[in-house]
């Protein structure tokens, strides 16, 4: 007979899910980071083409493929800058990685604080209140959408993670 209490493991489709806003281009950390797991053999999301097309159109959902990548990826790293959170996209993106954390076992969550300082998110202080307040002109202040976000932004804040002051710095990944 099975115990109850014994943890599956699932079997993971990709070893990490990478999210990150508009403010981090595709030539700074990003891509250090995807060249430094792809040297390692690391699995990642990789439909860059996607990701970018999101951003020029802010205001769309998640597709059902994308969703799936997150469910069958075993880390998220979310590189969040104070423009992060300017991104319907991103915002939307994050509620759904933190679903998978709460629901699903065994999947981790490593941010990393881009000249950020994480009690900027829980406060919304800052960069982030002030593209929060747009939202909330946006979408209304007592919108589910954005009492979600600003949920998940809290919720990101308590995670432990990297801090990265970058001041226009280039990444080596040899």
């Excluded at 980071?33 to 990642?44: A, D």
């Excluded at 970018?52 to 979310?78: A, C, G, H, W, Y």
């Excluded at 976000?149 to 001041?167: C, P, V």
Aim: include cysteine.
């Amino acid at each position: 007979m099975e115990n109850n209490n014994t943890i599956h493991h699932l079997n993971y489709e990709y070893d990490v899910y990478h999210s990150y806003g508009r403010c981090l281009s595709l030539r700074s950390f990003p891509h250090c980071l995807h060249r430094v797991m792809n040297q390692k053999g690391l699995t990642y999301n990789q439909n860059i083409e996607y990701y970018m097309s999101t951003r020029r159109n802010d205001n769309i959902p998640i597709s059902p493929p994308r969703l799936k990548v997150m469910q069958e990826s075993r880390i998220f790293i979310v590189s969040i800058c104070a423009d992060y959170a300017s991104s319907v996209f991103c915002l939307k993106e994050l509620v759904e990685i933190l679903n998978c954390i709460k629901f699903r076992i065994n999947q981790l969550l490593c941010p990393v604080f881009v000249n950020l300082d994480p009690s900027d998110l829980r406060y919304l202080r800052n960069r982030v209140g002030e593209v929060m307040a747009q939202h909330e002109h946006r979408f209304g202040r007592n919108s589910e959408e954005v009492k979600k976000w600003k949920t998940a932004l809290f919720e990101l804040s308590n995670f432990s993670g990297w801090h990265l002051q970058t001041q226009g710095q280039k990444y080596n990944s040899e």
